[in-house]
Every structure is written in structure tokens, then in C-alpha cells.
């Protein structure tokens, strides 16, 4: 089936290769959806592509997809379940199912309510595990020492303090342009699904990039901000690996990833006494209660602040 990322070579009937196909091309230039959830959400289908047809024991089909009952579906959670695949992998396999049906739905080609007849594994909700201040502002001063080139030193530099200073995610930083560098008040970011917010950039922010841009032997205005070793633009992975590299050397938990960063900034800014629609706003969240995450986070620091400092805490 060539129609890329993880449904390559798969076998299905012509009218499920084409609305596949459309499909991806519907998430890809009408949702605006990036590569990297594209191919995610490919997988995805692919794997329950597989499923049905040793289940049903046929090619699949846009009539088998139609044919399917709930039984089915709880059949592929099972399975699951016995491979001991993670429910947050799980829930994002369903929720992909339920888009494509949804898809098959709205185009005319299948109409098949049984997916709504099955619940999706129940998750915990996760809370944000930020830096605290202290920290926050060690990485940003030690992450230089990771590297002994000058201009690598202020891109990663420029980097970190981007993603701190302004709650980035890490694809959004790494996608911005030199056109549309962070060097003046305020920029434009365009987070997922295409949706675009203003967020403020304070002035360490822009010296920061400014020093790096400067110093950067490959800087173009039309070409990507940061850059890698080779004049590409530079990649997530890389980011990950100095984020690693400086965790080793400060002793820091395996929850110091570059989007902790993000997580401190909206912390900070809620203990602080921030707004909570503001950060909403900032952090590009679609949905208040995502926000609200944070909230959680920060009375559990004031409980540990109590409980390390009070003098009756321990009774």
C-alpha cells in the first residue's frame, strides 16, 4: 500500500488503499496535522489493519471495515492487553480508529457506529513534572558545556532559553524560521492543528537568540533558526541527547527532558501568581482543563514547602 509511513506494502483491497490515501492527505493539508503525528497515527491503523485480517481471516476491506461488530474491536483490545502494549498507547490507537472511521463516516464510504459501543482504556491522569526554579536556570547556564564550538555553545544556549522563557514546545522551536526569530517583543508560533498564538519574549530571550544568530556560520534570513552540525536544520533527537548528557552531570530525574522546560514555565508563571486562562493562552492549549493540570502540580510544592519547613509539620 504506498501511502507511506508504516502502511507501506501493507495488503488491502483498492477501495480501503484509496480511502487511506485520502485520509492522509485530509490530515496532512486540511488539519494541518505534522509529519510526525501523520506517520503516528499511520502506524496506528496499520496495526489494527493487521489485527482484522488475521482476526476475520480475509483482506481488508472498506465492506470488512463495515461488517465490523463491537466484539471486534474489543477482540483488538485484548490483544493488546495480552501483548502487554501500554494503555496510553492503547488510548491513542483508539482515538486514531475513531478518526478514521469518523472519516469513512463523513465521505460516504462506511458507516459503522460499533466503535462508539467500546470504551477506551481508562488512563491516570498524568501531571507535569517541571524543574524547579533553581534548576531551570542551571540548565540553561551549563548546557554550554556540553559542547567546545562557540556557535553550538549559543545555539544551545538560545535554545534552552527559548523553551523556558517562553513555555515553547520543542517541534515549535525547532520549526520557527530566521525570519520569524524571537528577537523583538512578541512572535507568532503556530502550535498543533495549525493553531497560532501570540506569546510575549522577554529581552534574555531575544539576547540570547540574537548571540546565537550572530555567532551561527550557517545563519540565512531564509533559512531555518537553529541549526545542526552539518547547516540542516537541527533535529529533536539531538536536543534530547545534550538534554540527557547534561542530566547525567547534574544528577537530574529522568523527567528533565527538553518539554520539562515548557512544563517550568507554566509552573513558575502559575506560582507566580499567573493567570490560568493567560498560561492557557501562552501554552496554545485548546482545552482550559489541560491547563488546570498545572495547579495540581503547584499545590503539591506548596505541600512539600509545608511539610520540609514548618516547624509543627512533623508534629
Known sequence: MAVGD??????????????????RSWLAFER???PNTLAAYSRDLARFLAFIAEHRGETPGLSVLGD?????????????????VARSSTARAMSTLRGFFRYLDRTGRVHNPAIKAVKTP??????????????????????????????????????????YGCGLRIDEALGLDRAGA????????????????????????????????DACPHARDDGPLF??????????????????????????PPTATPHALRHSFATHLLGAGGDLRAIQELLGHASLSTTQRYTQVDADHLVRVYNDAHPRARG
Open 6 to 23: 508504516g502502511l507501506d506494502g501493507f495488503a488491502a483491497l483498492d477501495d480501503l488503499r484509496g480511502a487511506i490515501a485520502d485520509w
Open 32 to 34: 494541518r496535522h505534522a
Open 122 to 163: 481508562r488512563l491516570p491522569q498524568s501531571i507535569p513534572k517541571p524543574l524547579d526554579r533553581d534548576d531551570a536556570k542551571d540548565v540553561i547556564k551549563n548546557i554550554a558545556g556540553l559542547s567546545a564550538t562557540p556557535w553550538i555553545q549559543l545555539r544551545d544556549v538560545a535554545l534552552f532559553t527559548l523553551l
Open 227 to 252: 541549526y545542526g552540525v552539518r547547516g540542516g536544520r537541527l533535529n529533536a533527537g539531538v536536543v534530547q541527547r545534550q538534554m540527557r548528557r547534561l542530566r547525567d552531570d547534574m544528577a537530574l
Open 182 to 213: 524571537p528577537v523583538g517583543g512578541s512572535i507568532m508560533i503556530t502550535g498543533k492543528g495549525g493553531k497560532q498564538r501570540l506569546v510575549p519574549v522577554l529581552p534574555v530571550v531575544a539576547q540570547a537568540v540574537r548571540a546565537y544568530i
Open 68 to 84: 465490523l461488530a463491537p466484539a471486534d474491536f474489543r477482540a483488538y483490545l485484548a490483544r493488546r492487553a495480552r501483548d502487554g
